[in-house]
């Protein structure tokens, strides 16, 4: 695998879109092509090289191509954005979007990444080790296809809407998360391991979410059910298991209602 | 204004019976003439296919039911916006473009006349300011009657000729082109929860029958000899086994003439066909009916068709048929956006996914192409898509090849996941014709601006025309190496000249053209009920007062052209 180094040499007055920091982009490129891929700042298109210093030639393919991102980044969206292969490590913080549309591969914040990570991801994996914001793996404004593939891991907090129209892959959270989780989702795994505020599941046809810490207000679409021991992460532990949002349309299978389930930590 | 010459193209024009000879077409100050002067510009189209400027008889394409979808659908814009780029301004969007986008890229694909198909009278300024904001291309809009409270009042007592003046009044004030009829009488009876599937189910509260409704505004629009015959969407659209209505609304046209001075011959036109064109009792038998369709059109000569194309895409539905927009949100549980206009219509939006992976939306891919290839008469069955209902305007281009090469409908019949159930649904795998380009020409020019009544302004190259001419990269004398080549050429074409001013060139819009903005001032004799009872509505049930209801003036309408009737001497 070719790693290919981008730092941050001269921050930009307004938001840089950087789409084109992608595996799948910078594969086949030299040191050279990759600083001349094009990049907005507003309305105004510019060079990556321009900002960033570009060391190292990408490999041939995305799946041997490593993208190591320098540097202050906070204010770059769009790192990752639809890769399919390889790897993207951003040693910093960065802004929105990151490893938006993501289908393959693996993505690293080592810092905070901003709302809308991971937007209607279809597979791969992004670690973020710091904080998430808002609308993590949820879909795009208007759509009602979200996250449907691949994993998240959080190791820090993440905002509101985590998982809005999840349709499957799986979200961990480390921390705490903020109000609206899984909102109208039908399919894939939210677990958090700290404390969730309100509106958990509200619309949820289908999927599941896995609480460890407590929950502020419960929705009054769900139903309690049974207690059930569940293994997670290699750790046994028991949960109260409630099944929702019974103000929602659901499947049927064999004669029986679908719903989606929701499990609280004993 | 300058001198063009079109030099050595094959000509198709049926206007005046031209099948793809070599001929020059000169244009001088905006219209087609004999011949030009020596300082006119060459056009050389030698090996190239040159026709009329096309004309959309039915589409979506402004006013507030589109902007809606706009608005609700911004996952409709990504990635799919245009930035500035020479003479065009930005734009967005894929089933539902912004105006800007809407009128390039019909002038790119060689359309220069477009009917919006469904203005609520209401919303008149609405649409007239997104149609001033279309570039290139002429446009009407044909504001709604079927579920218009005067219209079912007047026809209730069987009143024509209130009823024609209340339709000249309402063109007047929307500055509308056409009458049109949506899910007549349904959506009114929508607003108290309920429907009418056939021509017979009572109208709630106004105690008349869809029926009644659409023989009337015959009766009306040819008492006022108007250029476009009614243009109706049928009850019960999209439904299993809604052929028998879409027969029983087509036979209530029986008996009638057209009676205008535009040699218009229809007295209805049936839009989007394919939406009403099935046979089963539900989505498990679903068929196509097509050929029942098709067999009554082909014997009746006062009626014409557009087919409402599938064309397998994401896209937004959007109608004027407010039932049939929640029932479509029921099945497929998609966002649901509902309007009332109150006293006139209403509507809803829902996005809807064609996939070639279920077989219903395969059925109707075939039901539209069936029916375009099973009327005989070319000049009598136009090509939309219902835009954005079936598909996106933008994919004629693939519509055309579809038609035009029996190879792309077989490999296209291959890659559906129930190729079988699509064959034994419909017979789309035993009809081998191909449409001509003469044809092709028929559906898309020289008929549908007869059918609009326009046969003297658009639609041919017969000199004293509007200059409206496209040339096509595609050489009729060569055997076609690849069916997606017909699909390039007619997305993007060589040149375009709108009203004698060449807007297009390779598919690069080169100027923003004078676009108009089409209407019919159709002249009544004083009435003065129909005058006090406009004021009545006004005063009893309106939101607005009647003088800020009219579309006028330059803001408006910047660029007019008044179709003229008139009926004082009836």
């Given amino acids: 695998m070719e790693t290919v180094t981008i730092t941050m040499k001269n921050q930009p007055a307004l938001y840089l879109e950087a789409d084109n920091v992608s595996p799948d982009v910078f594969a086949g490129k030299t040191a050279a092509q990759i600083a001349d891929l094009h990049v907005f700042e507003g309305n105004a298109k510019g060079k990556l090289g321009a900002y960033f210093d570009v060391n190292g030639n990408a490999g041939a393919t995305a799946a041997d191509t490593r993208i190591v991102v320098k540097g202050d980044v906070k204010k770059v969206k769009y790192l990752g954005m639809k890769m399919s292969a ?115 599941g509200g619309q949820l046809v289908d999927g599941e979410i896995i609480i460890f810490g407590s929950i502020d207000v419960m929705m009054p679409g769900f139903k309690y059910v049974d207690d059930k021991e569940l293994e997670v992460d290699g750790a046994k532990a028991k949960f109260a298991h409630y099944i929702g949002d019974t103000g929602e349309r659901h499947k049927k299978r064999k004669g029986q209602m679908i719903y989606g389930n929701l499990y609280k930590k004993i | 204004m300058s001198e063009y010459l079109i030099k050595n193209g094959h000509v198709f024009d049926p206007v005046q019976g031209i099948k793809g000879d070599k001929k020059d077409i000169a244009i001088k100050d905006g219209k087609i003439v004999d011949k030009v002067s020596s300082d006119a510009k060459v056009i050389d189209a030698k090996g190239r296919t040159v026709m009329a400027g096309a004309v959309e008889i039915h589409a979506h394409i402004a006013g507030p039911k589109v902007n809606m979808g706009r608005i609700y659908r911004p996952e409709d814009k990504l990635f799919s916006c245009t930035p500035t780029k020479g003479m065009e301004r930005m734009g967005g969007g894929y089933s539902i473009p912004t105006t800007f986008k809407t009128g390039y890229e019909y002038a790119k694909m060689g359309y220069t006349t477009a009917m919006e198909a469904a203005m609520p009278p209401l919303f008149s300024r609405h649409v007239h300011e997104e149609i001033r904001d279309t570039p290139i291309i002429d446009e009407g809009a044909f504001p709604v009657f079927g579920n218009n409270w005067f219209v079912m009042e007047y026809l209730k007592n069987n009143e024509i000729e209130n009823t024609a003046a209340y339709v000249a009044w309402l063109l007047r004030a929307t500055k509308g082109y056409a009458v049109k009829l949506v899910n007549p009488g349904g959506t009114e009876a929508w607003a108290w929860g309920l429907n009418c599937l056939s021509v017979n189910d009572p109208v709630p ?26 243009h109706i969407h049928p009850n019960n659209l999209g439904n299993p086994g809604n052929y028998t209505t879409t027969l029983d609304t087509l036979k209530l046209a029986e008996g009638y003439k057209a009676k205008n001075k535009f040699g218009r011959e229809q007295v209805m036109h049936l839009t989007h066909a394919q939406f009403h064109s099935y046979g089963g009792e539900t989505w498990a038998n679903f068929e196509s009916k097509a050929k029942e369709i098709t067999d009554y059109v082909n014997r009746n000569k006062n009626i014409t068709i557009d087919t409402g194309n599938v064309t397998l895409d994401e896209t937004t539905t959007m109608t004027a048929d407010g039932p049939f927009e929640h029932h479509l949100t029921e099945l497929n549980h998609l966002k649901w956006a509902n309007i009332d206009v109150e006293l006139e219509t209403g509507s809803g939006v829902v996005p809807y996914i ?198 006028l003036g330059h803001h408006f309408i910047p660029n007019p052209l008044a179709i003229e009737v008139d009926a004082t001497q009836v």
Avoid at chain 1, 136 to 146: I, K, M, N, V
Avoid at chain 1, 184 to 199: D, Y
Avoid at chain 2, 207 to 227: S, Y
Avoid at chain 2, 462 to 479: I, L
């Fill in chain 2, 354 to 551: 064609y996939s070639p992976n279920i077989s219903v939306c395969a059925i109707q891919w075939a039901i539209g192409l069936e029916l375009a290839l099973m009327t005989k008469d070319s000049m009598r069955c136009f090509i939309t898509t219902d835009h954005p209902n079936a598909g996106p305007f933008t994919r004629y281009p693939r519509v055309i090849k579809w038609l035009m090469s029996a190879k792309a409908r077989e490999a296209q019949i291959n890659a559906f996941k129930h190729k079988d159930k699509v064959l034994s649904a419909s017979s789309i795998g035993s009809l081998d014709r191909e449409i001509t380009l003469y044809e092709l020409a028929q559906m898309t020019r020289a008929g549908p601006a007869k059918s609009l009544g326009l046969t003297h302004i658009c639609g041919g190259l017969k000199p004293g025309m509007d200059a409206d001419v496209v040339v096509y990269d595609f050489n009729p004398e060569k055997p076609v190496a690849s069916p997606d080549l017909i699909e390039k050429a007619f997305s993007r074409a060589a040149h375009v000249f709108k009203n004698g001013v060449e807007v297009v060139q390779n598919g690069e819009i080169v100027s923003n053209g004078n676009k108009r903005t089409l209407w019919v001032d159709a002249k009544v004799k004083e009435n003065p009920q129909v005058m006090r009872d406009i004021n009545d509505k006004f005063l009893k049930f309106y939101s607005m007062t009647q003088a800020n209801y009219e579309a």
């Fill in chain 1, 86 to 200: 390889g790897e993207v490590v951003v040693e910093g913080s960065t802004d929105q979007y990151a490893g938006a549309w993501m289908s393959g591969g693996k993505m690293v914040v080592r810092g905070n990444a901003e709302a809308f990570a991971a937007t209607a991801m279809k597979g791969g994996e992004l670690v973020i080790e710091g904080n998430a914001g808002n609308y993590l793996g949820a879909a795009y404004r208007g759509d009602w296809r979200g996250m449907s593939g691949g994993k998240i891991l959080v190791k820090g907090n993440a905002g509101s809407d985590v998982g809005m129209y999840m349709l499957g892959g799986e979200i961990a959270i480390n921390g705490n998360v903020d109000v609206h989780v899984a909102t109208h989702a039908e399919g894939g795994r939210v677990i958090i391991k700290g404390n969730a505020k309100s509106k958990i």
């Fill in chain 2, 205 to 230: 509260y106004f105690d008349i029958t869809p029926a009644e409704i659409i023989k009337g505004l015959i009766e009306a629009n040819e008492f006022l000899g108007l250029p476009h015959s009614i």
